[in-house]
């Protein structure tokens, strides 16, 4: 599949759709990661009808694990914007976000967040990103996400300093977005540079992080800034 290899969920003008997982797997699904297609959600693409803001919907998972999934954004899941999710209980875990393309950039190994999302708990762990530009192994962040438990951990961006545009971000990439760290456990995630989380350093917005509370340890550069 183009998108959503395990659900795509396209959404429509003026309606919104709702999608509750409990105690499901999504597992080793792909959303194509060749040089014809864009590759959007490997495991899940909660998306909005096309340029149509009156498109909204909704995602819930609780105790269901989306686990070896690939795709080029989002190799777990791609959130749209417009679409809210929330996490209870779970795994986003062993998804990759990669691509054979020269002209995509892969992001979000575990998930991209155009949307809103929050996690109350569970796991975002071992998704990795590979390859230049963009980033988040864990997630990566142009819209709100929110932690107020659970644990996002051992995530890789394998970009290195050889390649041409290396940008980072194991745990969170955050371009634009704004994350919220209110509780949980960000740890033992790598990348190039700022292992647990990376800001955008090009033209484009940064983003906010606001942490009021959680612990961040044990995250790991290999070279670049920020550990």
Not at 137 to 152: C, D, I, L, Y
Not at 196 to 217: S, W
Request: include cysteine.
């Amino acid at each position: 599949a183009k998108n959503g290899g395990g659900i795509y969920a396209p959404g429509a003008e003026n309606k919104e759709y709702s999608i509750s997982l409990n105690g499901v797997s999504v597992k080793d699904n792909k959303a194509g990661t060749s040089s014809e297609n864009g590759g959007v959600g490997g495991g899940i693409c909660a998306s909005r009808a096309w340029l149509q803001e009156s498109s909204t919907g909704r995602l819930t998972l609780t105790n269901s694990e989306i686990t070896g999934n690939r795709g080029v954004n989002g190799g777990g899941i791609y959130l749209d914007d417009g679409i809210t999710a929330t996490m209870d209980g779970g795994k986003i875990s062993d998804n990759i976000a990669s691509t054979t393309s020269t002209t995509k950039h892969p992001s979000g190994g575990g998930i991209q967040v155009n949307g809103t999302f929050t996690m109350n708990s569970g796991k975002i762990s071992h998704n990795i990103k590979d390859g230049q530009w963009s980033g988040g192994a864990g997630a990566f962040v142009s819209g709100t996400f929110t932690m107020n438990g659970g644990e996002v951990s051992r995530n890789i961006d394998t970009c290195t300093a050889e390649e041409a545009h290396t940008i980072g971000g194991g745990a969170f990439y955050v371009m634009g977005g704004r994350r919220d760290i209110h509780g949980g456990s960000i740890m033992g995630n790598a990348s190039y540079q700022g292992g647990a989380i990376t800001f955008h350093h090009g033209p484009y917005a940064r983003g906010t992080v606001n942490i009021t509370g959680g612990t961040i340890t044990g995250n790991y550069c290999t070279k670049g800034n920020g550990g």
